[in-house]
T-cell receptor, first 112, second 113 residues
């Protein structure tokens, strides 16, 4: 069965600083990988996804993520964080014709 | 208009009551899902449906039931609500032609007293 670990429950970043959120997955084959963001009081919005090809994927709002098979990781990055990025971020793993498994989330706090 | 809608958005009920949460979608997807979100636990899958005639239990189906009335509608019922079912509930749809990307509704916040 697939699983996802987001090691950081909370992260605080200063506005304008760079961000990296960690995600490690467990799956026997090449997975589909996703990052979703949940702003306060909102549903989940897809930031980006990886399923094949270039291991560095670009998403919305200036986010990117890199798939590293050797490390079973799919970390999310942003070069300069804005206050509006404060939200909860979820990593998810799946495979063709199956359900997704979500991590427990990382809450991002942005300090002025 | 939103592609995935959920009603109600907020609900307060009492222990032992039966309630239904409804989900509708205009995306034309065959696959639909119900999740619950609890602080620190992320999203956990309750039930999912890959088409109108296909219903499957997820990770935490006990105490819940579902009905897939049409391709566009997927309802979640709590037959006899209990306080530990207080949570945020999300409906989602997915497109197998887009690597199972899931699209979420806005959520229903349920409080069981």
């Amino acid at each position: 069965a697939q699983s996802v670990t987001q090691p950081d429950i909370h992260i605080t970043v200063s506005e304008g600083a760079s961000l990296e959120l960690r995600c490690n997955y467990s799956y026997g084959a090449t997975p589909y990988l996703f990052w979703y963001v949940q702003s306060p009081g909102q549903g989940l919005q897809l930031l980006l996804k990886y399923f094949s090809g270039d291991t560095l994927v670009q998403g919305i709002k200036g986010f990117e993520a890199e798939f590293k098979r050797s490390q079973s990781s799919f970390n999310l990055r942003k070069p300069s964080v804005h206050w509006s990025d404060a939200a909860e971020y979820f990593c998810a793993v799946g495979a063709g014709y199956s359900t997704l498994t979500f991590g427990k989330g990382t809450m991002l706090l942005v300090s002025p | 208009d939103a592609d995935v809608t959920q009603t109600p958005r907020n609900r307060i009920t009492k222990t032992g009551k039966r309630i239904m949460l409804e989900c509708s979608q205009t995306k034309g997807h065959d696959r639909m899902y119900w999740y619950r979100q609890d602080p620190g636990l992320g999203l956990r899958l309750i039930y999912y449906s890959f088409d109108v005639k296909d219903i499957n239990k997820g990770e935490i189906s006990d105490g819940y039931s579902v009905s897939r009335q049409a391709q566009a509608k997927f309802s979640l019922s709590l037959e006899s609500a209990i306080p530990n079912q207080t949570a945020l509930y999300f409906c989602a749809t997915s497109d197998p032609d887009r690597q199972e990307t899931q699209y979420f509704g806005p959520g229903t916040r349920l409080l069981v007293l």
